[in-house]
């Protein structure tokens, strides 16, 4: 049986076999998302490496009742605050509303003529929502890459993110609503 | 129903939403065109999300990592193993003088406190040492407990939950056995 529990319990035993198996398992997935979040392949690749060390020395404290995906994936994004903080990038802050957290969505969807979708053929959308996500604020943007690109349910990246479920579903939407804007300014 | 809010859109095309909110949903989209085409132009938004390219990760990514592991996976809490083996064998001690000459815990600590501030009265110079001493024992204390606790992830994986209970009460009646054992001969030779 090699499920992460079982090759995290061989790993804290030194077998470094063990060990690789979880690399090779989660490297892309923890590529993609550190690539969406620095927009830098380079610096991804540095950071995952960054991560898996971290995850290895602190592999004791990994209890088996969490997704260990969800415990690596709170570190690689603990990690990414450290450097943005070093960086001292505007980061937008989490508690700053974009909208309003609580309430419904005020995004509104007046233009109901004007169809993004419509236009484009998926690989052009795909491009230009790679350079449209560049532009959306760390904290939102981090949130949407959880959810669509690594695929977490909200109330996995509600454990991630220490956030109530519902303020996640609302940035991610809010995100998503910037990128759809975005996609409409640049058509 | 007047028309679909995007955020329930969104959840709608993620599935989140249960089979009533779902209904609800889809019979407004069936007599709503504008909705419709807004629901498609957000499904095309999360499909080309969901297929943007993966990030190439270099074959010897790995082995890359691998190569800067440390020697071996830091233990939880290693200091407080340190701690709590120092304190197990301070107590082991203790507990110890008491069995093998009867006298009451209370007068044990209270020779023991005596004989400290006697040690820190008339040796103050040898403090130095004893802390380096203290170092060391602290040192051979945490790699014990290390080792300790290696030894019982080990056994935990070896045996069955019940066949460890039986090695557990094993131990400790050949421990009481040991103890109550020396305790007899002590006193036998006393009696001599």
């Known amino acids: ?187 | 129903m007047s028309c679909v809010r995007p955020d329930r859109m969104d959840l709608y095309l993620e599935g989140e939403l249960d089979a009533a909110e779902r209904r609800e949903i889809e019979d407004h989209l069936a007599a709503c065109p504008s909705c419709r085409r807004v629901l498609e132009e957000r499904r095309v938004i999360d499909l080309a999300v969901a297929g943007l390219p993966a990030i190439a990760v270099p074959p010897d990514f790995a082995r890359t990592v691998l190569d800067r592991l440390p020697e071996e996976p830091r233990p939880a809490f290693g200091w407080l193993a340190s701690v709590a083996t120092a304190i197990t064998l301070l107590l082991a001690g203790l507990l110890g003088y008491h069995l093998l000459t009867g006298e009451s815990l209370a007068g044990v600590l209270v020779s023991v406190g005596r004989s400290v501030m006697g040690f820190f009265g008339l040796a103050v110079p040898l403090l130095a040492k004893v802390l380096e001493l203290g170092k060391v024992f602290l040192r051979l204390a945490r790699d014990f407990g290390a080792a300790l606790l290696r030894g019982l992830q080990t056994v935990s994986s070896l045996f069955r939950p019940e066949i460890l209970g039986l090695i557990l009460a094993l131990a400790f009646i050949l421990l009481f056995l040991v103890v109550f054992g020396v305790r007899k001969i002590v006193s036998l030779g006393e009696k001599s």
Request: no cysteine; charged share 35%.
């Open chain 1, 1 to 187: 049986m090699n499920d992460d529990s079982s090759l995290v319990r061989k790993a804290l035993k030194g077998d470094r076999k063990a060990f690789e198996m979880i690399i090779l398992r989660y490297q892309q997935p923890l590529v993609n998302y550190l690539g969406r979040m620095t927009g830098d392949r380079e610096a991804a690749l540095d950071f995952a490496q960054d991560i898996f060390l971290k995850a290895y020395s602190s592999l004791a404290s990994y209890r088996t009742t969490f997704k260990f995906s969800t415990w690596l994936f709170k570190i690689a994004a603990n990690h990414m605050i450290d450097h943005w903080r070093k960086k001292k990038i505007s980061a937008v802050s989490l508690d700053q509303p974009y909208d309003d957290d609580e309430g419904s969505p005020r995004i509104q969807v007046e233009d109901r003529e004007v169809s993004v979708a419509r236009k484009y053929e998926l690989a052009e959308v795909r491009a230009r929502i790679e350079k449209a996500l560049e532009r959306v604020p760390e904290a939102l943007r981090e949130l949407f890459v959880l959810r669509h690109v690594n695929e977490f349910s909200y109330e996995e990246i509600a454990e991630i993110k220490d956030l109530p479920v519902g303020t996640v579903k609302n940035r991610v939407f809010q995100a998503k609503e910037m990128l759809r804007r975005q996609l409409e300014e640049t058509r």
